[in-house]
């Protein structure tokens, strides 16, 4: 590095074509032995015996470990937020605010009353409904509070098959609480980055509790096709927003053909 800076100083100095190529080949080779030093040293802390110096090598290589650029919020009073400890109770409070005006807008109706599975329709887990469940989900870097992305849980099946059966038979029977706890981030959708209400909360649940769910939902499918009804267009497969404008247009038309 003080060789080619250098040779750097040189070329400013005395214009020489020749300082500016040999300072360019020596940053080449620079990058180029960092490129190897960075490479030894991450395989050295993956064959680590040591765990905790492996999962940091794997948060090394997905770029968890780089900081983010600092976020501050501002509340109604004027006050700006830049203490992380501070925000996230901020979002928290703002977010469960919102939950509770939401749901008591929402009366929901039963009409035979709340659905419960029958004694002997308890869910009993198979080998190839975990193979199913697991080819289904997507290779995605999102992950929970437990930091493990859903690509990890769907690349490592492959070598621990069996283990993932008895985990999922085992949360068939009593689901772990940490699977319930999900880590909620708070997504800016437009506007102002320093206003709350431009801010929309993300729900990731634990990744592992995703291929549960994917298990639990092909089950359900399988047994009660049909059971979330014609006009059910959010969490399904083949149907989003589209398929429900397109639906609310059509009848609309209809309803406009009838005068």
């Known amino acids: 590095m003080e060789k080619r800076d250098r040779h750097l100083k040189a070329y400013h100095k005395h214009g020489e074509i020749f300082n500016l190529d040999f300072a360019d080949s020596l940053s080449k080779q620079l990058r180029k032995t960092i490129s190897r030093v960075v490479q030894r040293r991450v395989q050295l802390k993956a064959t680590s015996p040591d765990p905790k110096i492996f999962w940091k090598s794997i948060r090394e290589i997905s770029g968890k470990d780089v900081k983010e650029p600092e976020l501050k919020i501002r509340l109604e009073d004027g006050t700006d937020i830049s203490n992380s400890t501070t925000q996230a109770e901020t979002f928290a409070e703002f977010f469960m605010a919102k939950a509770d005006k939401l749901s008591s807008k929402t009366k929901p109706e039963m009409k035979n009353g709340p659905w419960t599975p029958k004694e002997d329709s308890w869910l009993l887990i198979s080998e190839r409904m975990v193979q199913d469940a697991v080819q289904s989900l ?64 993300i729900s990731n ?55």
């Open 138 to 201: 997507k290779s995605k870097k999102s992950y929970g509070i437990d930091g493990v992305p859903h690509c990890l849980v769907k690349d490592v099946y492959k070598f621990i098959p069996h283990q993932y059966h008895r985990l999922m038979s085992m949360a068939a029977k009593q689901m772990p609480d940490l699977w319930k706890t999900a880590r909620v981030i708070p997504l800016h959708k437009k506007g102002c980055r320093l206003t709350l209400d431009n801010y929309r909360p």
């Open 205 to 259: 649940l634990c990744s592992i509790d995703k291929l549960f769910e994917k298990i639990v939902l092909n089950e359900i499918n399988r047994r009660h096709p049909g059971l979330e009804g014609q006009h059910q267009h959010g969490f399904r497969a083949n149907y989003s927003t589209t398929t429900a404008m397109m639906e609310v247009q059509n009848t609309i038309v209809n309803y406009m053909d009838e005068g």
